[in-house]
């Protein structure tokens, strides 16, 4: 299928006055970093760089992989009536992504998973999707308020039989004046290409102009309308209860 997207302009420097991405919403301050609430103390995020045995098969990802904005993406409003979130934003593949592929790192405001550092109404939490940042030291991140392309990457219920990505765990580099080098590895969470399966039934991966779908679990929806009917939200309502029956 043939695409008429076209990629954002790649960014030589990556700084805090970057430039926002095409259709970015103006209300949610664009990330090109992760910001940090104040409960996430020095001694805290410091354990984001430790590496623990379970997370040695972490990818590890080159900066050049990194680029604010993402120039693998369009931020595209929704057009189809019979989608989940028609009228709201969708991710699309601006160029052919191959299996197992990088896509963006889910970016935003890292907090802790206490009640006083979580907002409740944030349909954009990594608490309460299937990707944590960290549930081993309780930190999360929230793109309600703030983020980059990531946040705008839908649910595959209703949309499709099943997601062509996935939220994976991985390691960044960043800025430290105690490392050899000035640099030190920190966790992130990030979006992948789906690998091909062993059956190679993905091989193909994501094609461009083809919309970029992860799972959010179905806890999220469950969730989600639980406090839709609580809030009376019907418009949550209808999308939680079509995200359930796909």
């Known amino acids: 299928m043939k695409s008429d997207l076209k990629a954002p302009q790649k ?8 430039i926002p991405p095409p259709n970015w919403p103006s209300d949610v301050t664009y990330l090109t970093d992760q910001t940090y609430s104040s409960a996430v103390d020095v001694e805290l995020r410091s354990k984001l760089s430790r590496s623990p045995s379970d ?6 990802l080159a900066s050049n992989l990194i680029i604010t904005p993402c120039p693998l993406v369009a931020i595209t409003t929704i057009a189809d009536e019979k989608h989940p979130a028609h009228g709201q934003r969708g991710l699309f593949a601006v160029q052919h992504l191959i299996p197992d592929s990088f896509v963006c790192l889910y970016l935003g405001h890292v907090h802790t998973n206490s009640m006083s550092d979580t907002d409740p109404h944030s ?22 308020k703030s983020g980059n392309e ?15 990505a996935e939220f994976r765990d991985c390691f960044i580099q960043v800025p ?37 779908l992860v799972s959010y679990g179905k806890g999220f929806w469950e969730g989600r309308k639980t406090i839709a ?8 309502l209808r999308i939680a209860e079509a995200a359930l029956e796909a």
């Open 55 to 60: 997370n040695i098969s972490w990818i590890k």
């Open 150 to 164: 990531s946040r705008c990457a839908n649910d595959y219920r209703g949309v499709a039989e099943r997601p062509n």
């Open 176 to 212: 430290s004046v105690k490392r050899a080098g000035g640099l030190r590895w920190e966790r992130r969470v990030g979006i992948f290409v789906l690998s091909a399966g062993k059956a190679g039934k993905r091989k193909a991966g994501i094609k461009a102009g083809e919309e970029i």
């Open 229 to 236: 009917t609580f809030r009376k939200d019907f418009e949550m």
């Open 123 to 144: 349909d954009y939490d990594l608490t309460d999707l299937v990707a944590c940042l960290d549930r081993e030291i309780g930190l999360s991140v929230d793109a309600a």
């Open 11 to 18: 960014e030589d420097a990556v700084t805090p006055q970057t």
